[in-house]
């Protein structure tokens, strides 16, 4: 199926739906007729591009309705850190290219995320003024893709903290309750999505960064496999993360990884080359999935039984659809595994800020960096060449450990996170550092696998706790097999849908 989708694929798939006022869009309506809010947002990003290319409504009559609910939310989950609306104006004034999405509104999370002449923080003090001189690669796709980029998201200090609050910006406020955090890192774009200021926004995954806030705020979020998305060119590399996005349909999801997977130049880490598209693997039935449940972290630390059901729930789901389900057990040493993450991950924020000094002139300072990365940079420069090339083995032993399992199971199951949206202040980067770890770590206990082994993984919003919070389940596939996930999601979207659930916000 190509992005040219029809009413027809739309009315199929489910997406051209009612927003909760109960006011359905009509696709074809008279040219030049406005969207109302509630028809905006009754469409997923695909939907939006059609009606473009219909020229039902203009790529400029989008943008101001994304602003327009980008000014009237933001005051309330303060998502927004850059705004680049003038920038987004210019580049439909200047002519958009045609692509899936074009004339779609779009924002960049701000961190690693290059646009020339924007400044990206990366959540940080440190970085407050560090103008691009240069363009991502996968930026460049975005743009090339027909989307229209209109500001940048919120994220939490180098993403360091699986919630996105800073000393910086403030704390960003979950839409489904305000006094939760969105999750993170992408928690500034996850908490715009499901605000309704649009379909599909940018996310970045390190540890569980886009998975964490798709659970948190009720949003199908994709980690693709390492190697799938270019991170150039000038970007740190890192063993653990990737970039893709959160939205609210599947075919979003892969639709945006068919405009902007593929090899950069210089690029040493490639994922194979998938069989077709997997905008097309949405729309095709998985054949029987022998899927394995795991309902203990590698930590062994408690689940909240909310995020247990969750699980337990989607099992039977999947069941039910033809694919059979064996509990098992992770073959996992927690010990050897995060002393391992810990090494791997405090090497990349000591490179980072590094760097920044070259850049700046001057050594970074207590007042620089949040209290937690301040501590976690003190204690990994003391990291050896010996420590760190020990620690890369204890990763690869755990992409072996976990490819051996999936010998005799095609997909993971189990909950995404431990514990339904923590409360803000929880998770903070501005806290104790020995407090702060131990609840970072439970909090991550299932996504971080897997961004070791560098396996695509996706959270499915399947679930809502009777107060009303939004709880994912995640899938994990074999490296390489982004499609036969999509294919699942596809199926599970299908049988239990979501894309009319929105927060009362």
């Not at 009315?11 to 009509?26: D, E, F, Q, R, S």
């Not at 995954?205 to 798709?214: C, E, F, K, L």
Request: charged share 20%; aromatic share 6%.
């Amino acid at each position: 199926m190509s992005y040219r989708t029809s009413r027809r694929d739309l009315l199929k798939h489910g997406l051209m739906i009612a927003a909760a006022t109960g006011v359905a869009p009509v696709l074809g309506a008279s040219s030049g007729t406005s969207l109302s809010f509630a028809e905006y947002r009754s469409y997923d990003a695909l939907g939006l591009a059609q009606l473009v290319r219909n020229r039902d409504v203009s790529a400029m009559e989008l943008l101001e309705l994304a602003i327009a609910r980008s000014e009237a939310v933001n005051p309330q989950i303060n998502y927004l850190v850059e705004e680049l609306y003038a920038f987004a104006r210019q580049a439909i004034s200047a002519g958009l290219p045609q692509g899936p999405f074009t004339g779609v509104p779009f924002v960049l999370k701000d961190l690693g995320m290059a646009l020339k002449g924007t400044v990206t923080t990366n959540g940080s003090r440190f970085f407050s003024d560090a103008r691009s001189d240069y363009t991502s690669t996968v930026v460049e796709r975005y743009q090339q893709a027909g989307l229209v980029i209109f500001g940048k998201t919120a994220s939490p200090e180098f993403g360091g903290t699986p919630t996105t609050e800073s000393i910086l910006f403030g704390d960003t406020r979950n839409p489904w309750d305000l006094s939760r955090s969105t999750g993170g890192s992408s928690g500034g774009s996850a908490a715009a999505v499901a605000a309704g200021v649009l379909p599909l926004a940018n996310g970045t995954d390190g540890g569980g960064s886009i998975r964490i806030p798709a659970s948190c705020c009720g949003l199908f979020g994709m980690k693709p496999s390492r190697g799938r998305v270019p991170s150039g060119p000038r970007k740190l590399s890192s063993i653990m993360s990737v970039i893709h996005a959160l939205s609210r349909s599947v075919r979003d999801s892969a639709a945006l990884l068919d405009a902007s997977r593929g090899a950069e130049p210089g690029q040493t880490t490639i994922a194979p080359r998938p069989d077709g598209s997997y905008l097309d693997a949405v729309s095709v039935a998985p054949k029987a999935l022998r899927i394995g449940l795991i309902t203990t972290p590698i930590t062994h630390s408690p689940v909240d039984p909310q995020c247990s059901k969750a699980a337990a729930d989607a099992a039977k789901l999947c069941e039910s659809l033809g694919h059979p389900v064996q509990e098992i057990e992770l073959p996992i040493d927690p010990r050897e595994f995060f002393a391992s993450t810990r090494i791997i991950m405090g090497t990349d924020t000591v490179v980072r800020v590094v760097n920044r000094e070259r850049q700046l002139g001057r050594k970074a300072t207590e007042n620089d960096l949040e209290p937690v990365i301040w501590q976690r940079y003190q204690s990994s420069r003391g990291y050896s060449a010996e420590q760190f090339s020990e620690a890369v083995r204890g990763v690869e032993k755990a992409t072996r450990q976990i490819a051996l399992l999936q010998r005799d199971f095609d997909v993971l199951l189990s909950p995404t996170l431990a514990a339904p949206p923590a409360k803000l202040g929880k998770l903070s980067l501005n806290q104790d550092t020995a407090a702060f770890e131990k609840e970072a770590i439970n909090v991550s206990a299932f996504t971080m696998l897997y961004n070791a082994t560098g396996q695509p993984a996706m959270s499915v919003p399947l679930h809502w706790t009777p107060e009303g919070l939004p709880v994912g389940v995640m899938f994990a596939g074999r490296y390489g097999e982004e499609g036969l996930l999509f294919q699942l999601a596809g199926q599970l979207e299908q049988a239990s849908p979501w894309f009319k659930k929105i927060p009362p916000l």
